[in-house]
């Protein structure tokens, strides 16, 4: 039974920074893909970062160069850290995962197992 628990939402005023955890239980291998996503009210959901194999790592043209997605497999957490948040980052941010061994991918049917999501506010 694989499952995710986001945490570290919060408000923040824009130009701030914040970073997600997401801790992970059951059987998931490093050679899993896991990413970030984020859903705003009434729209579909976006891919934000996404890791695989030997690190590789993709990001969202929106985010390039702000955020930062890592994973520490003896804390068993995946992170993504984000730097100059601005109000359009306001978002309710979910990690996923997928044993699929292949290249990071932003796209939701990549990915099969899914936390609950954490609160991202962002204040102008």
């Known amino acids: 039974q694989v499952q995710l628990m986001e945490s570290g939402g919060d408000v923040v005023q824009a130009g701030g920074s914040l970073r997600l955890s997401c801790v992970f239980s059951?059987?998931?291998?490093?050679?899993?893909?896991m990413g970030w996503f984020r859903q705003e009210p009434g729209k579909a959901r976006e891919g934000v970062a996404s890791?695989?194999?030997?690190?590789?790592?993709d990001y969202a043209d929106s985010v390039k160069g702000r955020f930062t997605i890592s994973k520490d497999y003896a804390k068993n957490t995946l992170y993504l850290q984000m730097i100059s948040l601005k109000p359009e980052d306001t978002a309710m941010y979910y990690c996923?995962?997928?044993?699929?061994?292949?290249?990071?991918?932003?796209?939701?049917?990549?990915?099969?197992?899914w936390g609950q999501g954490t609160q991202v506010t962002v204040s102008s």
């Open positions: 996923a995962a997928s044993r699929v061994r292949g290249p990071p991918r932003l796209r939701e049917e990549d990915f099969k197992y």
């Open positions: 059951g059987s998931i291998a490093d050679t899993w893909r």
């Open positions: 890791i695989a194999v030997v690190d590789s790592t």
